[in-house]
């Protein structure tokens, strides 16, 4: 008999996250382009803001914690998991697309800024490291393996992720960069601009993070399947083996037992 | 096309393009399962080695 095959569900408020992230994401493209004021120091050029901290903070936080936090739960024996196992690596795929966003749209805000597309900066490093070490993270996940060694390898990688991230972080208070510090929202959490911009700002950071729940959540479907097929299709082929042992068995038991002598007349 | 334009465009185009990549997978991913269903289900209603004649 066989075990009943794993199918991902498909739940409902998946899709309205994704719906209301799509909303967002759309009021935050209006809002940042055409409604909210250019800059007293930047000109338009701030507009970059309303995209490149929320998309920076879901490759860093978001998928951190998810990727982390995963692995760590299938590393403790209690909580072990194939769950956690898909779900970090889930986050850890559409954190190397987020990722290398950041570093997309942070080159496109650079080069007017600071008139460099790159610099060897700790922040634009770091974050470079980053995609690197996800990258490396995936590479990893696609080495043929048990699924329990492959998920315990996953794991202690994503957490040498995680290692990277504090690093990104404080990058710019620990070395002198290009990258300015925390410049909209100061240490006492004054937010230095104007109403609008200030709620485009933060329409911006849930828009993404919205983006961000349901591209992990249908990646995670597609993990869960993966899987599912592998598994269909060893059953498949011990199945097959099964049945070509018992015909050749069955040919044994009917074949007539050779005569004594050779057989000759 | 401005810096500004260029940027949203990217961030936008790069994340449609992986949201449908990955819907295109599920469904491929589904489909491959049913495919790989329908052999075991039959290779599973064969019968066992002490039925045979």
Not at chain 1, 144 to 168: E, M, N, S, T, W
Not at chain 1, 176 to 182: A, I, K, S, V, Y
Not at chain 1, 201 to 218: K, N
Request: aromatic residues 12%; proline residues 6%; hydrophobic residues 50%.
């Amino acid at each position: 008999m066989s075990a009943p095959t794993l199918r991902p569900s498909r739940p409902r408020w998946l899709d309205v996250v994704g719906s209301a992230g799509v909303v967002a994401l759309g009021f935050t493209v209006w809002l940042g382009l055409w409604i909210t004021p250019p800059d007293v120091v930047q000109g338009n050029l701030a507009r970059l803001l309303y995209i490149h901290p929320p998309i920076a903070t879901v490759a860093l936080y978001w998928v951190g914690a998810v990727a982390a936090g995963g692995s760590l739960l299938y590393l403790w024996p209690r909580t072990r998991s194939l769950f956690w196992d898909r779900l970090a690596a889930s986050a850890v795929e559409v954190g190397a697309v987020f990722a290398a966003l950041t570093l997309v749209t942070g080159s496109l805000w650079g080069r007017p800024a600071w008139g460099t597309w790159w610099t060897w900066d700790a922040r634009l490093t770091s974050t470079a490291l980053l995609l690197l070490l996800e990258i490396g993270y995936l590479a990893l996940r696609r080495v043929p393996a048990d699924p329990a060694v492959r998920a315990r390898r996953c794991a202690v990688a994503a957490l040498l992720i995680a290692v990277d991230i504090p690093l990104v972080h404080f990058s710019v208070d620990w070395w002198n960069t290009l990258h300015q510090g925390g410049t909209f929202i100061d240490p006492g959490f004054q937010i230095h601009a104007s109403a609008s911009m200030s709620w485009t700002f933060l329409l911006g950071f849930v828009a993404f993070s919205l983006i961000f729940v349901w591209l992990l959540g249908v990646r995670y479907q597609v993990e869960v399947l993966q899987d599912a097929v592998g598994d269909q299709e060893l059953e498949v082929s011990l199945a097959e083996r099964w049945d070509e042992d018992a015909e050749r068995l069955g040919r044994d038991l009917v074949a007539p037992a050779p005569t004594p002598g050779g057989g000759a007349p | 096309m401005s810096y500004v334009d260029a940027g949203y465009a990217v961030a936008l185009v790069t994340l449609l393009v992986y949201a449908v990549g990955l819907l295109l997978r599920r469904r491929r991913w589904e489909r491959a399962l049913k495919m790989t269903e329908a052999p075991a289900t039959e290779s599973n209603g064969a019968p066992a080695l002490g039925e045979r004649s």
